[in-house]
């Protein structure tokens, strides 16, 4: 008996460690996100305080600017315009956003991981070389060369990459299946952690020199 009743709650303690374990599926037709707070009687959900549904506008759901060019004046020749819930509040809930992404003369957007979000990239302008890399411990890369009008999709979690591989400004717009994915730069998250990981620990696990390791940390 006392068996059975230990397998009882067992089960139901991991039943619900499994419900809580991801957003749960919204309730309602939107939760606008506030982005004051004072507002005491506001509904926290998902991470974002709700704006009162009678005080919603159309304009809750309009993000206008994408037509921008972003600046890739920089090491890496590119420039990310996230239109993620922290930009867009209509997106709370919804479990999705998107990104214009400009890429100068062979300008990249580095090997990065979107944690929380599967990514699909169309090419607008340009030609992007572009590829991932499975898990453990096959590290499998597919890569492939796209033109306007093309699509490609990154699977969550995956270490990803794009490279303008043209003479001429690149322009792609990316679909993700989270209201705020996140993005992991490999490159600046190794070397440029605050504070920095210890170099020994980055000596070994890169098979480089001491000093390649602490001028790449310095770098970033």
């Known amino acids: 008996m006392?068996?059975?009743?230990?397998?009882?709650?067992?089960?139901?303690?991991?039943?619900?460690?499994?419900?809580?374990?991801?957003?749960?599926?919204?309730?309602?037709?939107?939760?606008?996100?506030?982005?004051?707070?004072?507002?005491?009687?506001?509904?926290?959900?998902?991470?974002?305080?709700?704006?009162?549904?009678?005080?919603?506008?159309?304009?809750?759901?309009?993000?206008?600017?994408?037509?921008?060019?972003?600046?890739?004046?920089?090491?890496?020749?590119?420039?990310?315009?996230?239109?993620?819930?922290?930009?867009?509040?209509?997106?709370?809930?919804?479990?999705?956003?998107?990104?214009?992404?400009?890429?100068a003369p062979y300008g990249q957007n580095p090997p990065h991981t979107h944690p929380r979000g599967t990514e699909i990239l169309v090419v607008l302008e340009g030609t992007l070389f572009v590829g991932f890399v499975t898990s453990n411990t096959d590290n499998r890369l597919f890569t492939k060369t796209l033109n306007k009008g093309d699509v490609f999709v990154f699977p969550v979690g995956l270490i990803h990459f794009q490279v303008n591989v043209g003479k001429t400004n690149a322009i792609a717009i990316s679909g993700l299946s989270s209201q705020n994915a996140g993005a992991i730069t490999i490159a600046n998250a190794v070397f440029g952690s605050n504070p920095p990981i210890n170099p020994d620990v980055l000596t070994k696990a890169f098979q480089l020199d001491k000093k390649v390791v602490k001028y790449l940390q310095k770098e970033f």
């Not at 590119?78 to 930009?87: C, F, I, L, M, R």
């Open 2 to 103: 006392r068996k059975a009743y230990l397998l009882t709650v067992a089960l139901f303690a991991l039943a619900f460690s499994l419900a809580s374990a991801s957003d749960p599926a919204p309730l309602q037709d939107f939760c606008v996100a506030l982005k004051d707070y004072s507002d005491k009687s506001a509904v926290f959900v998902n991470g974002k305080f709700c704006k009162d549904p009678k005080l919603v506008t159309a304009d809750d759901f309009y993000f206008s600017g994408l037509n921008i060019p972003g600046n890739t004046y920089n090491k890496v020749g590119s420039n990310v315009t996230n239109v993620n819930v922290d930009t867009f509040p209509g997106l709370n809930t919804l479990g999705i956003s998107l990104a214009r992404i400009d890429f």
